[in-house]
């Protein structure tokens, strides 16, 4: 069978919020020339240069309800056998049916189930290439909800095993998860590492003022009551955030502005969330030992000193979190019943054209990240990285892949060793925080020397080519 020029990417997930699932869709239109059909899910807005792409044509298939809380236990095992079936059904409908026969099927896993059957299934009857992209393992994710002994992870890592070696090329994303699935598996991987677009770089101190202008409105609004950040907003002047001032047309940054954390979390048992919570409560604790504060000090003369322009030794911190997922609502909770004198929390969720933004105009980056298998690298990482911005990230088997400590970020195990290490980063915040700038100068020199598209040209295209080339024979 001749070449078609078609390619069909498969995740069963939110398209907008599975970033490489976009990257490859975009590498295949652009650096492959091919027809690219994305079969996914809705939900959040993916970014502008697939949705504007002549060559890309997004298929957004209907999600699984979520299960009712109050749903009687016996019928659970009923609707975890229910789901995967119509799952399935949906899958064959639209690799089948509703797309062109293409090339090359590429499909994210995880989830593994139905997905890797169906397109298995699916590159079968329309005689196409079968890829598979590891980004996790599936089982030790269902593990997390049900446990490693259940009856169902057993299954369910049986079939992810039994298809996953059925596939005719595999991508991964480590080296410890090339060696893995070689050596317990039987698969053999093209290790292809996450890498920011073109579209995550450091941000202009335009752009910084623009974006926190259009952020005014959730800054402004605390987690329950007033806090650090909404108290000194509100003699504000038009032309003002609370990070950066306007002088005629230059834009400058406040000397006695807040430090600007951020952390992208999903909000799943894999991200200890509160282990952050933690470290800001100790943080605020520790700088008002440091400073020979006790409670009995008076908080509406901090904060007009604050608003006075007065600078402190150790910084407020804000802390915007983003994301979507199960456990926001709890944790929601948990930081409206802190009471912080020197640090504040926002949760909101951004586009994927002003995520970038943020990420290039905060001080430090934050990961939870621990991964169900070990084996994965969290991509956060990778787009604060891109954008020149430092992290601290919970160290586990792999992250060294990753994360090169004292050059681009730090490593910790626990809240007390993450406040150790914002105290050691923001003493003397903005201008004399010395490791600070070490890291985020190492940042710069590292994460701006390879890209996504160099990385998928050299990892990825030459085994997608073989794979099409050799099913084409």
Not at 302 to 321: N, T
Not at 367 to 384: E, I
Not at 434 to 442: F, H, I, M, P
Request: with cysteine.
């Amino acid at each position: 069978m001749g070449r078609r020029g078609r390619a069909c990417v498969v995740v069963l997930g939110d398209l907008g919020r599975s970033p490489r699932v976009q990257y490859q869709a975009l590498s295949l239109a652009r650096q492959m020339s091919l027809e690219v059909d994305v079969v996914a899910y809705g939900g959040s807005k993916p970014h502008a240069a697939i949705l504007e792409h002549p060559s890309i044509h997004i298929h957004t298939m209907t999600q699984w309800p979520t299960i009712p809380r109050g749903l009687p236990k016996v019928l659970k095992p009923v609707l975890l056998l229910l789901k995967p079936l119509i799952q399935f059904v949906m899958l064959l409908w639209f690799l089948c049916v509703k797309i062109a026969s293409p090339d090359v099927f590429l499909v994210q896993n995880p989830p593994s189930v139905p997905t890797l059957v169906a397109v298995k299934w699916a590159s079968s009857l329309r005689r196409s290439a079968f890829i598979i992209d590891w980004h996790n393992f599936g089982y030790t994710l269902l593990g997390l909800s049900l446990g490693r002994r259940s009856h169902f992870v057993s299954i369910y890592r049986w079939i992810e095993k039994y298809y996953g070696k059925m596939a005719n090329g595999s991508l991964c994303v480590t080296q410890a998860m090339q060696h893995e699935l070689a050596q317990n598996w039987g698969i053999k991987a093209t290790v292809l590492y996450d890498q920011p677009p073109e579209f995550f770089h450091p941000t202009s101190l335009e752009e910084k003022h623009e974006l926190f202008c259009r952020l005014n409105k959730i800054l402004h609004q605390p987690l329950g009551v007033q806090d650090c950040v909404s108290n000194g907003m509100e003699g504000q002047k038009a032309d003002e955030t609370i990070f950066t001032s306007l002088a005629g047309t230059d834009v400058f940054l406040k000397p006695n502005r807040p430090a600007l954390v951020v952390s992208s979390t999903s909000w799943t048992p894999d991200e200890d969330f509160g282990i952050l919570l933690e470290a800001a409560l100790m943080y605020d604790r520790r700088v008002a030992a440091i400073l020979n504060e006790d409670d009995s000090t008076n908080e509406e003369a901090f904060l007009k000193e604050i608003s006075d322009g007065k600078q402190y030794l150790y910084p407020r911190l804000l802390f915007i979190i983003t994301g979507k997922g199960p456990d926001k609502e709890r944790y929601e909770e948990k930081i409206r019943r802190l009471r912080l004198k020197r640090v504040a929390f926002r949760t909101m969720w951004l586009s994927a054209e002003d995520y970038p933004l943020l990420l290039g105009s905060a001080d430090l980056g934050v990961c939870l990240h621990t991964s169900s298998s070990g084996l994965d690298l969290p991509m956060k990482v990778v787009d604060m990285f891109g954008c020149g911005l430092p992290v601290c990230a919970v160290s586990y088997s792999c992250i060294e892949e990753l994360v090169k400590v004292e050059k681009n970020g730090l490593l910790f195990s626990s809240s007390s060793e993450l406040a150790d290490q914002l105290l050691m980063l923001f003493k003397g915040f903005p201008d004399d925080s010395d490791v600070l700038k070490k890291l985020r100068n190492g940042t710069l020199e590292m994460g701006l020397s390879v890209r996504w598209a160099t990385e998928w040209e050299e990892h990825a295209k030459p085994l997608i080519t073989e794979v099409i080339s050799q099913f084409d024979d």
